[in-house]
């Protein structure tokens, strides 16, 4: 499958239709890198048979040891609940895998998925509500993004090699084209320019609000919210997958969330 990617201008109140079909699927990417703030964007997923589609949201630098920070999207048959599939790379190592089935129907309405990233943590918000917090455990010997400007990403395409059941369910090309629809992209964050901005981006000043002492961590409901989440639609998680690790778990997985 190709793979076309299509540079944009920060999306602010554009609507962005995503495709694929059997020759090719398609891209976008942000202008500008970040470092640091809060990236929102209202997506809806492709509906109906979805198997074998991959719907991606995410940041990410280049190189080798790229830092990442994901929200894809996995798609299932009619009837069946997509997966939302997230993870985190830190120097380009991944393996921080989280997924949950979602608590509405996302491909009938607009949902807002939103990553904040600071200093202290990077949180993953659908709607508002916190799905999941990776703190910064620097100290402890935990790689955290926090020297590289990261891109923005959106793409749709064709993964029924796992996406779905491990692979067991491929792509219907007969329901071709899948569309995704992107909208509203908000990036309050601030602009990577170069190694300068590793101090400047963490600066906890008015401008760069999402350092502010507020976002620290979560407040007490906003982490109740996230247990209650959790509790109900998490489906994997890879701090619980002791065969995977052969019960060596990575340091963080016993280190507090919040």
Known sequence: MGFCKHP??????????????????????????????SFEML????PNNSAGTV??????????????????????????????HTNIYTQGVGNREQQFYPWFDPTADFHNYTVHWNPNAVVWYIDGIPIRVFRNYQLQGIPFPNQQG????????????????GGLVKIDWNSAPFTAT?????????????????????IPTKSNWWNSPLYNKLSADKFGQMNSIRSKYMIYDY???????????????????N
Not at 9 to 18: A, D, K, P, S, V
Not at 239 to 257: A, H, I, W, Y
């Open 239 to 257: 701090c619980k997958d002791v065969k995977r690790f052969k019960g060596v778990m990575p340091t963080e997985c016993s280190l507090p969330q």
């Open 55 to 84: 719907t991606t949201y995410y940041l990410s630098s280049t190189g080798i040891k790229h830092d990442e920070i994901d929200f894809e999207f996995l798609g299932n048959i009619s009837g069946q609940p997509y997966i939302i």
């Open 8 to 37: 944009i201008i920060e999306i602010f109140g554009l609507t962005i239709l995503t495709d694929l079909v059997s020759t090719s699927g398609s891209g976008a990417q942000s202008k500008r890198s970040f470092l640091f703030g």
């Open 182 to 202: 992107y909208r509203k992209f908000r990036p309050r964050a601030c602009y990577w320019n170069g190694p300068l901005s590793i101090a400047q981006c963490a």
């Open 150 to 165: 990261m891109r923005v990403y959106t793409s749709l395409w064709n993964a029924d090699t796992w996406a779905t059941r």
């Open 43 to 46: 997506i809806k997923l492709v």
